[in-house]
Each structure stands twice: as C-alpha cells, then as structure tokens.
C-alpha cells in the first residue's frame, strides 16, 4: 500500500495544474451543496417556527369526527336512518378540568383551556368579523408565544381593565383603532358588549393578525352567553414532530376532535417534501458535474503515464495494483476537494446568514441558515463516492495495458 501511496502522489504532483482544477471542483461542489441545504432547511424551520410554534400544537374542540348514532340505531343494528338531525347536546367540553388533568398525567405537553367565539368588532360606522378566543394569561404564556408578539401593551393587560382585549395589528389598522380605545363586540347569538384595546400583537401571519381577538375567558363566555364554557384545549408538545401521535391517542381517549399542526397543514408539509427533493435533487446533479473533472483528470493521468505504467507492469506489478494506485489518486483529490468544499460552504453559509434584510412590519431579519454535521458528512459522501466512481473505468483501463505493445509501439 505505501508504495502505491507513493506513486498516486507523484503523479498528482506531476500534474499540479489539472489535480488543482480537480480539487477546486470537488470543493465547488460540496461548497454549493452545504451552502444550499443549510439555507434551504434553514429558511423551511423559520417557516415552521413562525407558523407552528406561534401556535399551538394540538387543538381539542368540543367537535367530534362523526356525529353520534341516532337513538335507534343503538339498539337495532338493521336500522339504518338518514336526514334526521343528531342529538342536541349542550355545546362545550365536559369536565373540562378533568379531561386536562387526565391529558397532563401522561401527555409531555403544555395544556390550556380557552373559549373560542364568533364575534362582529364595530368601530367608527365599519363592522369586522372576527374570532374572539377566551383565555387564561398564565396559561397561555405556556402554550403560544403570542406575549412576545406584542407591539403594544402585553399579556397580562388583559387582567388590568373590565372586558380588556387584544387585537391582531392588520385587524387594528384596518379599524383604526389604538390602544385604549374602546369598541363594540357582538355575538352570534345577539349578545353585545364594549371592550377596551390593552394590546396589539403582530405574530407575521396575515390570518391571525386580520381576524384574531384575545380577551379573559369570562369575556369570551358572556359573549357565547353560556357561563363556564371550555370549547377549546390548546396544547403544546415538548416535542411538536410528536403532536400527530399525541393528537390520535388524544383524541381516542376524550372523544372529542384533536387536530394537530401536520394535519392542519398538511398541504404546506407536502410541499416541503416537494421542495427537500428538489433541493437533494440539485445538489446530486451539482456533485455529480464535479466528479467528471475527476474523471478527466484521472483518465489524463492515465493517458500521459502509458509508457510509466508499462515498465511498472514490466517489473512485476500486478493489474490490481495498477488500479490501486489510479483509485488512491482520485481517493487524495477527493478528500483535499472535500475539506477545501467544507471551508467554502461555511464560509458561504456564514455570509449568507449576515445578509440583512429591512421589514416595514417589524425589525431587521437576516436570512435563516442551519449549520448541521449532517449537510457537511453528506456532501462529503457524495463527493468521495462520485469521485472514486469516476475513478474505477480510468483505473481499470490502466490496469489492463499490455506493456509489451507499449514499449514495442514506443520504440
């Protein structure tokens, strides 16, 4: 082995200018792809976390999947009734503060209770619709991160004025209301009531800051005219992959309807799938146009070596040998290549998260990048395979040369 080592580095210094190009292709190569997976991951896990972790993980309505079975139905398994209404049954989950306990026994996550209410916000002749959601402060602190969301006022307003809420800043524009205003709130089922605006929050979705209210849950249960109404359970998981799991088995216990973040955006997931092999995609296709310069460099060095293989074959080397030693050459470009590649995609990483860019809703962002292990051990696979496939042809043509009709033809 040491004297095939040898050998491969001599030729590789013989050819400074074509193992440099090689080199430099190498690292091009697994440079780009870092670069390319960092920013990609990266910007998908912003993404997840300014939609998902604003949010909680796991919502519990009092709905259920299907609509219980008719009375008769029960007792005659050959009955089979349609367009009949379901049972009335009185809105709101049951024991709402044992089925929380029951979750939170085993459940590694954070649990709070809320009201949800349709409601219609009235300021200055304009009427918004709008979804009012009741809730515990101190509890809601551990399931959203709407207290960091704040522009104005914050979470514990809501304690500090009679009927206080919160509003999304896009729903406060559009209305023109500031802090301390007041506004008229009116239900669904006719129940009116004047609040006053202790906050504004911008969470950077359009969806809530357009049409979401926060007030205390007895606000929220005056409104739907129903005292002691839970509707809703609002959970955040230790771990918000685990959410799906946590929600089925949630919602085999309880009954009621478990809805978790994959599956409320279940079309967003897909298209990340989509868009990680896409992204795998390019970066195959970048490694791969990096290994034909190997090849070329290799099947060079083979060419203009003929005449040197021949008189080593000539002495007593062996075929396997010979291959051996064009295989630990591309072996040395790729691995020089390889750690050359992983300077350049850090430092291109690096200046990729320094780029600033300018919010008019809120502060500077820079560009969100990962710094895994996993993109650079990958990359650097990819490459050391691609480089030694392009290796092994040139190789074993160099291998097979009959030394006889070489020197026979070169004298």
């Known amino acids: 082995m040491g004297l095939a080592i040898d050998i491969a580095i001599t030729h590789i210094r013989s050819r400074l200018r074509q193992t440099l190009v090689g080199v430099l292709g190498v690292a091009t190569g697994v440079g780009f792809s870092v670069m390319m997976a960092s920013l990609m991951e990266g910007s998908q896990r912003d993404f997840i976390a300014q939609l998902v972790d604003s949010l909680p993980h796991i919502t519990v309505s009092d709905e259920r999947?299907?609509?219980?079975r008719q009375p008769a139905a029960l007792i005659y398994d050959e009955v089979e009734i349609s367009n009949l209404s379901t049972v009335d049954r009185r809105r709101g989950i049951k024991n709402p503060l044992a089925v929380m306990a029951e979750i939170e026994s085993w459940a590694p996550a954070k649990v709070a209770p809320s009201v949800r209410v349709n409601i219609l916000v009235r300021q200055a002749g304009r009427d918004v619709g709008a979804v009012m959601l009741g809730i515990d402060p101190k509890r809601e602190a551990e399931v959203s991160n709407i207290a960091s969301k704040m522009v104005e006022g914050g979470l514990d307003n809501l304690l500090k004025a009679s009927n206080a809420i919160l509003l999304g800043a896009r729903m406060a524009e559009r209305l023109g209301i500031r802090v301390g205003n007041t506004v008229s709130i009116s239900s669904s089922g006719g129940k009116t009531m004047t609040a006053t605006a202790v906050g504004i929050f911008r969470t950077g979705v359009a969806q809530i800051d357009d049409s979401q209210i926060f007030a205390l849950t007895r606000s929220a249960q005056i409104l739907a005219g129903q005292t002691g109404l839970i509707n809703e359970l609002r959970l955040k998981a230790n771990d918000a992959l685990s959410a799906r799991e946590l929600a089925s088995r949630i919602e085999a216990e309880t009954g009621y309807k478990a809805v978790s973040w994959q599956e409320a955006h279940e079309d967003l997931l897909n298209a990340f799938n989509i868009r990680n092999f896409i992204m795998y995609t390019v970066v195959g296709a970048i490694l791969l146009v990096a290994s034909f310069g190997t090849y070329n460099i290799i099947s060079t060095i083979t060419h203009e070596k003929?005449?040197?293989i021949a008189i080593l074959k000539s002495l007593g080397l062996?075929?396997?040998?010979?291959r051996r030693i064009f295989v630990l050459e591309a072996l040395l470009i790729g691995l020089i290549g390889m750690f050359a590649g992983f300077l350049l995609g850090f430092l291109m990483t690096k200046g990729l998260g320094a780029v600033e860019f300018k919010s008019p809703f809120g502060d500077a962002t820079r560009l969100p990048v990962i710094y895994s292990?996993?993109?650079y051990g990958l990359a650097g696979l990819?490459?050391?395979?691609?480089?030694l496939i392009a290796a092994w042809l040139p190789a074993r043509k160099a291998a097979s040369v009959n030394p006889?009709?070489?020197i026979r033809g070169a004298s």
């Open 65 to 68: 999947r299907t609509p219980p």
């Open 306 to 308: 003929t005449r040197d």
């Open 404 to 406: 006889v009709e070489i």
């Open 382 to 387: 990819i490459a050391l395979g691609a480089s």
């Open 318 to 322: 062996r075929a396997a040998l010979v």
């Open 373 to 375: 292990p996993l993109h």
